[in-house]
């Protein structure tokens, strides 16, 4: 076969998190940190993977339609098992896989920092490996439910559906197609991450542990009024609707003990408030990272410049319009 290489960006959440688990929209952006995967051939007797940056073992696996064999570094590499599930296709001879993930884990302390490197990974691995084994099949469908049984049948699909498509995008669970939408002209943002890693799953469990309540009916209300907002292309409008649509989150977050304003977020959502800005957590908050937005990118500049800000470092990261890319492939 050929050797061929894929990527997928990362994403952050803008509006919509936990409400698009109840069926209302979430707004989505794809970011310019991309995970990549490149597969060839090897003349070994079993499938090998790496991850440089991520992990020191070198995956070991034998597969065919309807088995899967880990030989080494099961442990690590369970996404690569999920796909390959997914695709479910015998594989002729046996293949390298390189996993770089690199751009999504912060040089100074080595850890990820929150804009979906898990998603953007089952995108890429999953373009990649349907490229080389099964061209015929939906890539995003793969790479979504891999993803899914991956993180044990939590989450959205938004993350992917993101990773797959690029740009910004209105995602909806019982929908096909995401809707592209046009960043509003005169909007502008910054990223920040807290330095705290957080945990989805986490937050999803006590989410179900907890039961429902009223605030989350009104954070669904919310989320449509957002996805209104983004569809208009006022920025404006975007700004009032995030404002409305953050309070909205934090007294979900409260009622459902979850802490999605801890690490910081909450002074931060404070003080931009203070400033004529808006700030919210983005994803499952409680760490990761959180967005910023205003019409004045001098006053986010002042934002990120206040002592309340100190903890928090700013993603040098830009929209990124292209979705999952084959990028190479040759003899």
């Not at 997928?8 to 109840?22: H, N, S």
């Not at 020191?56 to 880990?70: H, K, Q, S, V």
Request: glycine share 10%; hydrophobic share 45%; proline share 3%.
């Amino acid at each position: 076969m050929k050797l061929i290489t894929a990527s997928a960006p990362g994403k952050a959440v803008l509006t919509g998190e936990y409400a698009v688990l109840d069926g209302s929209p979430a707004v989505s952006m794809a970011v310019s940190r991309r995970a990549r995967v490149t597969i060839e051939p090897h003349d070994q007797d079993w499938h090998s993977v790496i991850a440089p940056g991520f992990s020191d073992t070198e995956g070991r696996f034998r597969a065919g339609r309807d088995n899967f064999e880990w030989l080494a570094g099961g442990d690590s590499y369970a996404l690569v098992e999920q796909v390959c599930r997914e695709v479910n296709r015998s594989f002729a001879g046996n293949l390298s896989y390189v996993l770089d993930t690199q751009e999504f884990i912060d040089p100074e302390c080595g850890v990820k920092v929150g804009i979906g490197s898990s998603a953007a990974l089952a995108t890429a691995l999953a373009t990649a490996m349907c490229a080389s084994i099964a061209p015929n099949i939906d890539t995003t469908r793969v790479a979504t439910a891999a993803h899914r049984r991956f993180q044990h049948g939590a989450g959205s699909g938004v993350d992917v559906a993101c990773c797959s498509n690029g740009g910004v995008i209105e995602y909806r669970m019982d929908r096909g197609l995401p809707l592209q939408l046009e960043w509003p002209e005169g909007l502008v943002f910054a990223l920040l991450w807290s330095g705290v890693v957080s945990s989805t799953a986490a937050k999803l469990d006590q989410l179900e542990r907890c039961g429902v309540q009223q605030s989350r009916a009104n954070l669904g209300h919310a989320a449509e009024l957002a996805a209104a907002a983004w569809r208009s292309g006022s920025a404006r409008r975007v700004l009032d609707a995030c404002r409305t649509y953050t309070q909205s989150l934090r007294l979900f977050s409260v009622d459902h003990d979850l802490g999605i304003f801890d690490a910081g977020h909450s002074d931060l959502v404070d003080a931009a408030n203070d400033m004529g800005l808006v700030y919210k957590p983005c994803g499952a908050g409680g760490g990761d990272i959180g967005i910023v937005l205003a019409t004045d990118a001098a006053a986010i500049a002042s934002l990120i410049a206040s002592p309340v800000a100190a903890g928090f470092k700013q993603l040098n990261v830009t929209i990124d319009r292209h979705g999952a890319q084959l990028v190479r492939e040759k003899l």
